[in-house]
């Protein structure tokens, strides 16, 4: 009889998030002893909170054994990775049995590469895109030395926008893989990875997604966007230095094992991580549940039990946050005389991670490095292993590359004044 009302969406308490983390990252006690950093270097890796440490020391202080042997230690060794991993699976809508954890993005790429190869012929095409990190380019552009063709996907020369409207034209009968990023960890882009599945899918090719610059920022739902394979890193997403790679089960059944001989083609797990598990940081992936699970219950949202759609309700809370810090810096940033900014000059959270790359007019990307070094405003410069992009942006000197200033959901809008405030005064001098 009477709709149900909306409940209204709970402001995003910083504050609290920020109180999660150990005392060094926020509070007093940084490396150099003092502390008023602001950090800006997220999309490099973010920092990590209490319960990942937790979790990770439990591990290390009370089951540091081989896991899944007959004695009580071994045992709850097993349980806490299988609780770190299955954790993971669920935050991203998956299935824990689609979902292998491996040392990075990087190896994960590789290994994944290598397990395709078998299935296609000399002559099939890989499309891989300008946009991409080295991780989720190298690997592929290696295929080339076993007769597999590359097909490169342009950004946009001025934006380094991927050039969606290309796409078409690219795909052929022969394309069997399309690789390209969620979101670029230099421009901050948002692409439509459903959009892009689907176009990809009717050329009867399948898809490489990397998320290492998305997973922080949004919601993941790998079964609504219908990816095939779907990549990030979990010290992006306030965790330890381990790689996830999502894939289709028809997929990964499919793709050839890389792993020790003996290894059934149906052992997802063991088949596509030749480096075995790394025990403790799965483990500690534990953590970064309990972190979602403790904003969540601050925000009083732990009425909702699906553990991907509550998760989905955190990111919703970092979205609207991050949205804020990235309309100050767009505010300042965009069609600024001197000042050349990549990537959509956009704040909408739709549109963007709160990632900015941009170069300024007379002066070396690392001198602006240092200038806000020296107000205590860490970032960095340079290519950050994607400088195809530069290049195709006309950047020449991609080892001094962009400047590159990246928010995560911890930060507040005060540091991003500051961070303004610095760069106006780089500007004008
Ligand atoms: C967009 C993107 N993809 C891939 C990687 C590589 O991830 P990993 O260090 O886990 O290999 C990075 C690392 O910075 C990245 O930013």
Redesign the pocket.
């Known amino acids: 009889m009477f709709p149900p009302r909306a409940l209204p969406t709970p402001e995003f308490d910083v504050a609290f998030a920020r109180a999660q983390f150990p005392n060094a990252c926020f509070g007093t006690g940084i490396a150099d002893g003092s502390n008023g950093w602001a950090f800006f270097e997220n ?2 890796g973010s920092y990590v909170p209490n319960s990942v440490i937790r979790h990770m020391t439990a591990y290390m202080t009370e089951s540091q054994v081989q896991p899944s042997a007959p004695y009580p230690q071994s045992q709850l060794a097993a349980q806490r990775m299988a609780a770190g991993h299955d954790r993971m699976a669920a935050m991203i809508g998956a299935d824990a049995r689609d979902v292998v954890i491996g040392p ?4 994960n790429v590789y290994v994944l590469s290598k397990a395709l190869r078998p299935l296609w012929k000399e002559g099939d095409e890989v499309i891989v895109a300008t946009l ?2 080295e ?2 380019s190298s690997p592929w552009r290696r295929l080339e030395e076993t007769g597999i063709k590359i097909i490169h996907w342009p950004v946009h020369p001025d934006t380094g926008a991927l050039t969606v409207d290309l796409l078409g034209d690219l795909l052929t009968d022969r394309t069997r893989l399309v690789a390209f ?1 969620h ?3 230099i421009t901050g882009d948002i692409n439509d990875v459903a959009a892009i599945t689907k176009q990809v899918h009717a050329a009867g090719a399948m898809v490489s997604v ?1 998320a ?2 998305y997973a922080p920022h949004r919601a993941v739902d790998v079964k609504a966007w219908d990816v095939d394979f779907y990549l990030f ?1 979990f ?2 997403v306030m965790g330890p ?1 381990i ?1 996830l790679l999502y894939g289709k089960r028809e997929r990964l059944l499919d793709a050839h094992g890389q792993g020790h001989l003996f290894f059934p083609e149906d052992d997802i797990q063991h088949k596509l991580n030749p480096t075995g598990p790394q025990h403790e940081m799965i483990a500690a992936l534990a953590g970064i549940g309990d972190y979602f699970d403790a904003l969540a219950a601050h925000h009083g949202l732990m009425g909702e039990t699906d553990i991907h759609a509550r998760t989905k309700q955190v990111f919703d809370l970092f979205a609207k946050h991050e949205q804020r810090l990235a309309e100050r810096f767009i505010d300042f940033a965009a069609n600024r005389p001197g000042l050349r900014l990549l990537g959509r000059h956009s704040a909408r959270a739709e549109d963007r991670a709160p990632t900015f790359s941009f170069t300024i007019d007379g002066k070396k990307s690392a001198e602006v490095v240092e200038a806000l070094r020296a107000q205590k405003i860490a970032c960095w410069n340079g290519d ?2 994607a400088p195809r992009l530069l290049e195709a942006v006309g950047i020449t000197d991609t080892e001094d590359g962009v400047v590159r200033t990246s928010m995560a959901h911890y930060n507040t809008v005060d540091e991003v004044e500051r961070l303004v405030g610095a760069l106006e005064t780089v500007v004008k001098n």
């Open positions: 999309a490099g990075s993005t990087s190896m991409n990190h991780a989720n990023p979101v670029s960890n990397d290492v610059a890193s010290y992006k230095h790689g950050f292993y």
